[in-house]
């Protein structure tokens, strides 16, 4: 196994971010993906920016939760 830059990856997906002018990344990402192995095997594989902790990544990971099953955080430009 080797780590390989995951940008190239996304762009590959077409995976897309909605952004207005003047929005601005954070310096943090936390990357989930669904890999298939060369054997058919199906894992999960994470991956975050260099400084992002542990408690950083449970924060992401549990507001993200809550944005798929439209809880109380909405999706952006849904009232």
């Not at 971010?17 to 990344?25: A, E, F, K, R």
């Not at 991956?47 to 993200?64: F, H, M, V």
Request: hydrophobic content about 40%; cysteine-free.
């Amino acid at each position: 196994m080797s780590e390989q830059p995951i940008g190239p990856i996304l762009d590959g997906l077409g995976t897309t971010i909605d952004l207005d002018d003047g929005d601005l990344v954070a310096s943090e990402a936390f990357v989930i993906a669904k890999v298939v192995e060369a054997n058919g095997d199906v894992s999960l594989a994470l991956a975050s920016s260099d400084g992002l902790s542990w408690i950083e990544q449970n924060g992401l990971l549990a507001s993200a939760q809550q944005i798929v099953n439209q809880t109380s955080i909405g999706r952006k430009g849904e009232e």
